[in-house]
């Protein structure tokens, strides 16, 4: 009972990340550089503590932080700029997809010939990608905050597959997360017209407590998952997003988008349950 109340809380740290976001930039409380700066801010203090408090070291001189410093940064950018206009829910749908088809892609092309079975899900859940992404009535109207919700899932793929043969994920994440900062700041300060006291509430909230303690929850309960568990308990973070977004922000649920979520998370359902293996969560 207690390994799935700690996997529960984890998921919807998960999917507050898109919920605290949408509602700082699409609410005006901060723009979305401001945002993104401060929670990986926020992020870096609070990993650094915790790793402090496990009495590990923090990693930053290594080669693969800066490939991992750099991905995280495209995500953090790319995830605040689209809640510009997208909901919440379409957004973690979006992110989710691109995250998960990108990572398969790349499974498939360095590792193994993939099985009938994998492809036919990729396949499903790509088509229902495209359909979330389909302008016009129904659909994805804003090319452009889905552009930067794609970029934002090929950057956290890309932070992820370059940090999938850490030793110790905790500190390598804290010290990404700590030479991430200097590259965002440099990058989006210039354009940081926003923030106010809700902004940066929200903001230390997000990267504090929804990204930084629930990566390290995540750390804490990803061992004690078994392989074939671990990636299929992460399709309920767009659910979740989907339905708090629904309830807390009002958003609207069209026929089209729930019908793209189902095919995205049926489509990866078929494809990481065969041979599955752990994945880091955005």
Not at 156 to 179: C, H, K, M, Q
Request: glycine share 12%.
């Amino acid at each position: 009972m207690q390994l799935f109340l700690l996997t529960t809380v984890t998921m919807m740290a998960f999917a507050s990340n898109s919920l605290l976001t949408r509602l700082a930039v699409d609410g005006g409380h901060m723009d979305p550089n401001s945002f993104a700066i401060v929670r990986v801010l926020a992020g870096a203090v609070t990993l650094a503590l915790i790793l402090k408090a496990r009495g590990g070291q923090i990693e930053i001189g290594q080669g693969r932080r800066v490939i991992g410093a750099i991905s995280l940064a495209i995500y953090m950018a790319g995830f605040s700029l689209a809640y510009l206009t997208l909901d919440a829910g379409l957004g973690a749908l979006i992110l989710f997809g691109v995250v998960q088809i990108s990572m398969f892609g790349h499974a498939a092309a360095t590792k193994m010939q993939p099985s009938a079975r994998q492809i036919f899900g990729a396949s499903i859940a790509f088509v229902g990608l495209l359909l979330a992404l389909w302008p016009g009535p129904g659909g994805q109207s804003d090319i452009l905050g889905a552009g930067f919700m794609t970029l934002a899932g090929l950057g956290w793929a890309a932070y992820t597959v370059s940090g999938r043969a850490e030793a110790d994920p905790l500190a390598a994440t804290t010290g990404n997360f700590i030479l991430c900062l200097p590259i965002v700041v440099v990058l989006l300060l210039a354009f940081a017209t926003q923030t106010s006291v809700t902004g940066w509430a929200l903001a230390v909230l997000c990267g504090g407590v929804t990204s930084g303690l629930g990566y390290a929850m995540w750390y804490t309960v990803l061992p004690r998952l078994p392989q074939n568990v671990a990636p299929v308990v992460q399709l309920s973070v767009p659910i979740i997003a989907l339905v708090a977004g629904a309830l807390l922000l009002g958003e609207e649920i069209s026929l089209l988008v729930a019908g793209a979520a189902a095919l995205v998370i049926c489509g990866i359902a078929l494809a990481i349950t065969t041979g599955a293996r752990s994945k880091r969560t955005p």
